[in-house]
């Protein structure tokens, strides 16, 4: 495809520096509404209004989900296939809780995202600790009408976050690189 002198990016040369202006290749991509009254936001939020019925339904099935991951952990133990079904169950929850109106079950699925993805010998990583994290995350969804429920699940995500980095800490004691991008600030706020 032959780049037209639009496709160019801009340069404005000075005595110190230069400032170089990418093409705005969005504004082709981009058509003005047809429909002076559309509000596209309007209809996503209507839209997902609509979907809002069925959310129960879909965290029930990411918890059940994460709960035969769990399963497969205690009857066939850590492998590439087990860990990699526990950590997608509960990386898919993590990003999903707050979508389908559960933001309070997202901590204790981090958690456990966490603690599966930084053990480096999986076959360490302590299932006494799982069962702590899927019952925490099954508890949650839950109990989640309960007026006192974020109060709970805010202290039991917390004392579980603690002891995973506690674990984590200590499993990861001879890989500093690895402890600072463990528990060093995040970029994302």
């Given amino acids: 495809m032959a780049r037209s002198p639009d496709d ?19 504004r082709k991509a981009v058509a003005p509404a047809l429909d002076p009254n559309d509000d596209p936001v309007g209809r996503a939020e209507q839209a997902l209004a609509q979907l809002s019925t069925e959310f129960a339904g ?11 991951a769990r399963q497969n952990v205690k009857r066939d133990g850590f492998n590439k296939n087990t ?7 509960a ?12 933001p309070a079950v ?26 702590q994290h899927v019952d925490a995350v099954r508890a949650i969804f839950r109990d989640y009408s309960r007026v006192d ?18 674990f984590l ?7 500093p690189d690895l402890l600072e991008s463990i528990f060093g600030p995040t970029l994302v706020p």
């Fill in 8 to 26: 160019a990016p801009a340069v404005a040369t000075f005595a110190d520096h230069e400032v170089i202006t990418p093409p705005h290749a969005l």
């Fill in 58 to 68: 879909w965290m029930q099935s990411e918890c059940d989900r994460l709960e035969t």
């Fill in 83 to 89: 860990h990699d079904e526990l950590f997608r169950a």
């Fill in 91 to 102: 990386h898919d929850i993590r990003g999903e809780a707050a979508t389908f109106g559960y």
């Fill in 106 to 131: 997202g901590g204790a699925a981090d958690s456990l995202c966490r603690l599966v993805e930084h053990t480096p010998e999986m076959a360490r990583i302590p299932l006494m600790l799982v069962d």
């Fill in 149 to 166: 429920l974020p109060a709970i699940a805010t202290a039991l995500t917390r004392r579980l976050r603690e002891v995973t980095d506690e």
């Fill in 169 to 175: 800490r200590v499993e990861n004691s001879d890989r």
